[in-house]
């Protein structure tokens, strides 16, 4: 078998920010390695109440591996073709796979199934939250994974004229998905203002204590039409008071502003959003959904000298207002989290406190406090 | 713990057509990483059409993953005692696993997953094929993956005098199952003829060039009992035709004759399949399969100045020739296909149509078009 | 994206005896490869015979991949902050995920999913036993993998005065479960006298020949309730007899007294173990289970020049005694087995007869001869 390429290239390694990372002398081709576990320890229960009959079930203090990650990326045959797969170990998932072409900032490209950039909650990796996991609006309102491509930039003028886009086209059908499920496509944009003239990383906490603050404004759009009414990691599924949809069954239209700021060891996160669900197969049946989250962190060594460095102390307060015939419910969350950082995000231990309070109109709220310790740790 | 041998050796890192590869200074221990993305469009949709109903169904344009492999291989304890396994990473299948003693070049012998070198254009790897994926006739011939041992080697006498053989036995279930059905194995044998005095490896497209012209003529025989009357990559399965079988119901013998051929930028390859299902549990009852391809691709930069360097053109024509009770539908496929080396078969474009017309004896034909974009890339 | 840390770090590689292995300048972070295959031949089958009905099914030879693993370890951040992960790949199972921390040695503590070190036989990795595989009593009396925390430590005083502890706290649900089914969690003690005041490791075979001799007494005991009887690679099951539990159902005390030995090639090992099984769920109706083997190996080179270096001998009596209404069937092993070490655990050949005599009270006895030959290397 003769090579059809110069075949031998010497390889240099290093411990990085992605793990141990080989590069080859001429820059072609690159290989970052990282894994990464997340426990987690939670009482009475590990999941947000979804239902009024999650209150009253039997409590089942858990602990879990609740992640654990091979991370491989890299380029290859020039610095600008980007490779990166991701896989759940303990789900024997594959829950990342993209080629991007970033040759020029202003106009990338990337192919494959990854998060779509929507929401800056659920874009933000799970090893770098804020708090233990999401808000209790995560669940109605990501589009979590999707396969498709998507054009993206960086479009940087003078002064505070400085802007990201984002523009995709995806199947609609969620992780794990081979087949669209008719011919009807996910399409989806996100224009995103950096005010402050910095661009801001989807990343929580403001563990580089910016000197300069940081800011982004953004507005999102999606429409897609398709069975299901949610997403989450495990693919396309249904929200509450929806059957399992046939194809093309739901026409689900979505938008949200979002805004991120971080300033001197204070991070702040903000989403309001909006989702319509038309059911194609009942007389264009139409439900409204709103939701949002806001979300403040603060390391409090910046204005007291007794504050411990690594200890970060962050806040939520989340709302959801479905509107459907067969749920009403509003649900609230408020949660109180302290990260400590041993090393970034690398390696950060968060203890969060979560109560829950449901109000079903016209009827006896519910309301339930939670308890979640976590140990993320990459290497 | 201490240690029984020599634990620490000294490793030196190069890229070369493997992907990342580490090799101890004394040569005993080699490790080799590559992955690699295959993303597929195809309109109106990606599989080969199987039964009449394939051509009046919904059109479902897909855009999709279609392979995600990781590729591990390598030496241990040896240069000769060689690893390799192969891991589909979207499917969270183990595809390949082996151990090959190969000292000497004419009697090697491997153990293990692997699949059988019965067919030509099954045995080339989805990543070096000339098409965007197999022939029609691929589904009902071939015998994919199977666990087992196997003899193999490379005679070389003066001038022509050049032969390989294959000889293996296995378990005949297909990949994945652990145990054999009954006390029934799979025997197989291949005898290949390099007749230019050169051996041609399981590749498609001639990117080498040839200067000297290389030939391969292939004799091919199988005959297994097991429940099964086709394999795929997702184990046993049956035909058209055929319900799942009982285990040991079903003598199946096969063969094929083969031929390939490259020379400079002009390749070759042919098989013509002959099967014979014989039912056990109902009185011999037997069918014979017929089937066959011939496939051509040339890089007309050869001829044409003004052609580009990377695009080769290639065509393949194939049919299909059941003689069940139950299905008699005679099978025809041409393909027309352009491929773009980027960087031959490590990184490229492939765009082809296809036209499948099937005949049904004393019934109207059902014809289709269909058209897939496909890009392959290792690193 | 700013980096947090210093990101870029000098790494040097070497193979060792954990597989390819890469160590950063500064000793933080270290990352550790190593694949395994095992292969295994088995007629007239491979499981050990359950219940009666195992001696007079269809006898199916098998030949298969018994194990494809892959073990990626090391320590992150701080030598001591150790991290290890296996996963099967031809189950496509996360078997072990673990984070320790070991800067102590007499008090170490550890985090995850891994085998719990109740049973000498079932601690030892299948890659570094002795016989094929472990005894007929494995599968009614070991816990397997769990999930949950530890405490460890080695105590060394004075000359004899050398111990090792364990000390667990585990969901008891068995690999693979992410929640608790009840609020009961599993205790788990172990207390090891090295009594020649040497440690010996979970290792079979002594292989190290060792110059002066090692030995281990240790007493275990645990207490568990769930809806299992017993524990697998697959997590948790019922014992025969049984039905699959309701959350909580079984209350389950075990305790073994176990013994090791090494010394100039000649190995020991002894387990003799008692469980009770309470079912909560009618009256508290309560069976007693008793078992044991014992383990013996020698390599008679040491004693007979004529006998090759890389052979040992090895033999084990087992016996399983159930005592509940359904099941009083008791249930003898006897073993012998030859391994031909090509270099150490890492690559060897294990041939082995088994001879398995079941003794149903006021019943006819049933036998097998079984035959199995197994393979099994890392790189």
Redesign the interface.
Known sequence: ?????D?????S?????K??E?N?ADGK?Q?Q?Q?R?Q?RFATP??QDPVTFDDFSG?????????R?RLK?G????KPW?K?Y?E?E??Q???LN?T?AIEKWEWLRFQ???FKVEYSRERRISSGEQQMVDRSVINRAFTLDRQ???EFYGHLKGKGLADFNYWAGVF?GTGR????????HLMYFGRLQWNFMGRYL?F?GSD??IHEKPAGVLAINGVTNQSPYTRFSQAGGGSLEGYENGQ?GQYRVNQANIETAFMYKGFSWQNEIHWKQIIDKFNNDYTDNLRGYYVQAGYFFHEVFDWWPKPLEMAFRNAGYFPNSEQDQTKKRENSLAFNWF??????KLTAETSYFNYDKTGNIPADEWRFRLQ?D???
């Open positions: 078998q003769k090579l059809l390429t075949s031998s290239k010497a390889v390694i290093k411990y990085g920010d793990g141990f080989f080859t081709f290989l390695i894994g576990l426990f229960e590990d039997e409590k089942k203090p858990s602990f879990k591996i609740n654990a491989v890299g380029h290859a045959f073709i490779y797969w896989y170990l303990s024997s998932n594959l796979f080629i192919i494959g199934q396969q498709g491509a199947t794990g998905n081979t087949a669209n499920d008719d011919s990383d990343e563990l580089e194809p041993f090393n970034g995000h690398k390696n140990w740790i990459s290497f």
